[in-house]
């Protein structure tokens, strides 16, 4: 006999964060130290963080704010050009205010991890990000010529030559992995940030993808994550594939023989990119992406988050894009950073330049979501029409920590539905004790 046992459960004051110490990878999954699995469900913070003065905005009611809306987690964006603006000199200000700024994020119970962004090299070519003027000759900056739509420059012979600069100079790689080691000697102390992202989006230049990312990608990561791991051994390696994977290139990282690696690949349509919006019929299309992303991130022995989603709410089809890639997330058991947490009122930014929310994406992008799974996530959905999250997962009843469902705030009251387990509401979530060991199923409805 099968036990449902229905309840209507109404909102209650946050409770204490469950305290991070220390992240592993096992089965696909972040596993926190409880043994639970980790489903980061998050935003990018942000591309305020591309240019001078390189922090934006963001404050603890901005990520309380994050929090209320079911969020547990944040790519955290730095750049070289910030670390060492000048050729062997680090700018220690930027990273005691880092430190600070991350300190805000993780203070209020989101999980951090960092990334080293770039866009188009350097900061030397207009419009561009990450490294630092010096790294590159003067003449290539003079020289370049930029278009639209912006990563089309990445074509540029200009940032080429840059970009194959750096990936043949090991000078230049070394200088990359020290500054690295600057930003885990800054934030080694805060339990909250649990991993690296080493290089946003990597160009390739003009070597073909795959050989790029066997012999040059790989060997740099394994460099970022020796230096970031003397001073915090713990952190998990959140890595990229190269640039082509969002042109639909698959992977050819090599597995790594350090542990606690997360595959960490960005999720567009393409069109949508370009401005174009977003067809519906291309659903299928994000479906069958993050089943090869999860298959890519079996191949690497890795957890699989997508560390960018995210699109323009002004263009075309933003609920449909938006709920294709929730769709995705949860039928691959995947996490997400939303791109990006902003306020603007023409760009990807979640909220609106008055702080008010953009209502065709908050619908699709705040929901419940797992956070904390005693076992093994099966897959999660959400029906918009009957506003109901449903969720499987293998119990492990060896997990003695419950599992969370993170739930927005707004969601006041709700029929909650456990097959296998009991639930509560508390804070930011739904808690569940599975009652016995196997599948057990979640159903949340939102009541009016
Ligand atoms: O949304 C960002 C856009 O406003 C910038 O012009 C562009 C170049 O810096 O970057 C966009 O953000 C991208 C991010 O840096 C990397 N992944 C794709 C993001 C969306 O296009």
Redesign the pocket.
């Known amino acids: 006999m099968r036990w449902v046992l229905v309840m209507v459960l109404a909102a209650c004051p946050p409770a204490p964060a469950p305290t991070p110490a220390h992240f592993i990878v096992r089965d696909g999954f972040i596993r926190d130290p409880q043994g639970r699995a980790v489903v980061l469900h998050g935003v990018n913070v942000s591309?305020l963080h591309?240019q001078k003065p390189y922090f934006g905005f963001h404050d603890v009611p901005d990520y309380e704010r994050l929090r209320g809306w079911g969020f547990n987690s944040v790519r955290f964006l730095v750049s070289w050009s910030a670390i060492e603006p000048v050729r062997d000199s680090t700018d220690a200000a930027y990273l005691a205010e880092l430190r600070r700024r991350v300190s805000l994020a993780t203070g209020a119970g989101l999980l951090v991890f960092i990334d080293m962004?770039q866009?188009?090299y350097g900061e030397g070519f207009v419009?561009?990000?990450g490294a630092p003027r010096w790294t590159c000759d003067e003449s290539n900056y003079a020289a370049y010529r930029p278009v639209t739509p912006?990563?089309l420059n990445a074509l540029s012979p200009q940032v080429i030559a840059c970009v194959d600069g750096f990936w043949s100079s090991s000078a230049l790689r070394t200088k990359y992995a020290a500054a690295w080691r600057q930003v885990a000697v800054a934030l080694k102390d805060d339990p909250g940030v649990i991993g690296v992202d080493p290089m946003?989006?990597p160009p390739w230049g003009s070597m073909p993808n795959d050989v790029f990312e066997r012999n040059r990608l790989a060997p740099l990561y394994r460099e970022v994550l020796a230096q970031v791991r003397a001073e915090r051994p713990d952190w998990l390696g959140f890595l990229e594939p190269a640039a082509s994977r969002n042109l639909g290139l698959p992977t050819a990282l090599p597995r790594f023989d350090e542990p606690n690696i997360v595959y960490a690949p960005?999720a567009?349509d393409p069109d949508a990119?370009r401005g174009l919006g977003f067809r519906p019929e291309r659903r299928a299309a994000i479906l069958e992406n993050a089943r090869l992303l999860r298959a890519e991130a079996e191949a690497l022995g890795a957890a699989l988050v997508i560390g960018?989603y995210?699109g323009n709410a002004r263009h075309p089809g933003i609920f449909e894009y938006m709920d294709a890639q929730y769709a995705s997330q949860g039928e691959v058991g995947a996490g997400a950073m939303y791109?990006?947490h902003r306020r603007e009122d023409d760009?990807?930014g979640l909220e609106l330049a008055d702080g008010g929310v953009k209502p065709e994406l908050h619908r699709a992008v705040v929901r419940p979501t797992p956070d904390r799974v005693a076992g093994t996530p099966g897959r999660w959905a959400f029906d918009e029409t009957a506003q109901t999250f449903t969720f499987t997962f293998e119990a492990d009843d060896a997990v003695k920590a419950p599992t969370l469902v993170s739930v927005p705030d707004a969601w006041r009251d709700l029929e909650v539905r456990c097959e296998g387990c009991t639930a509560r509401r508390e804070g930011h979530w739904v808690t569940l004790e599975a009652t016995r060991a196997g599948t057990t199923s979640l159903s949340l409805r939102r009541l009016p």
């Open positions: 591309g591309k962004h866009d188009l419009g561009a990000n912006w990563f946003n989006e960005h567009y990119e960018e995210g791109w990006e760009g990807y």
